[in-house]
T-cell receptor, first 112, second 116 residues
């Protein structure tokens, strides 16, 4: 069935380090892909999305490219900040086309 | 966009009791979703609640255990019935204001439930 797999956390980085959080998916067809972020004490919010192969989603310095050949949507940021500390969730549209299937989330802690 | 108010934000309940979680949206939305996030697990879709029709439950979830109401386009409730410690989780309400396939979802801040 459809599923999303993302790298285990927690990930701890120093400020200004390079970030990669891996995400791979299995799905029928080519569903839209998403990264959601949950900052401490807040609800999940959309970080970025890509709707078709080779699309690159970007927001707040984060990027992810929809790679159909590797069924991946890895999240990257060139220089993380302390304020990026949060839990990041990779997701894709479910079979219904409306709800989302989520990965387990990757906790990121950025230290000064 | 949509602003979602979910309550209670947390509760501690006794085994065998029931808890009703409320989700209020600041705009009319067709589709609302209820998710569960168990410790160390991904968000799992419980059901889709559309106004004017019965909720559609995902595999592993049944109406007797998780009855849902959707009386209008801005409100929904999820009840966790006859609770056991295995129901300890975060429950999240989510909406798709655009209503289309592949649209972004907005989430409430969640209800953290602990069952003793």
């Amino acid at each position: 069935g459809n599923s999303v797999t993302q790298m285990e956390g927690p990930v701890t980085l120093s400020e200004e380090a390079f970030l990669t959080i891996n995400c791979t998916y299995t799905a029928t067809g080519y569903p839209s892909l998403f990264w959601y972020v949950q900052y401490p004490g807040e609800g999940l919010q959309l970080l970025l999305k890509a709707t078709k192969a080779d699309d690159k989603g970007s927001n707040k310095g984060f990027e992810a490219t929809y790679r159909k050949e590797t069924t991946s949507f890895h999240l990257e940021k060139g220089s993380v900040q302390v304020s990026d500390s949060a839990v990041y969730f990779c997701a894709h549209v479910s079979n219904s086309g409306y709800a989302l299937n989520f990965g387990k989330g990757t906790s990121l802690l950025v230290t000064p | 966009s949509a602003v979602i108010s979910q309550k209670p934000s947390r509760d501690i309940c006794q085994r065998g009791t029931s808890l009703t979680i409320q989700c209020q949206v600041d705009s009319q939305v067709t589709m609302m979703f209820w998710y569960r996030q168990q410790p160390g697990q991904s968000l799992t879709l419980i059901a889709t609640a559309n106004q004017g029709s019965e909720a559609t439950y995902e595999s592993g979830f049944v109406i007797d255990k998780f009855p849902i109401s959707r009386p209008n386009l801005t409100f929904s409730t999820l009840t966790v019935s006859n609770m056991s410690p295995e129901d300890s989780s975060i429950y999240l309400c989510s909406v798709s204001p655009g209503g289309g396939r592949g649209e972004k979802l907005f989430f409430g801040s969640g209800t953290q439930l602990s069952v003793l």
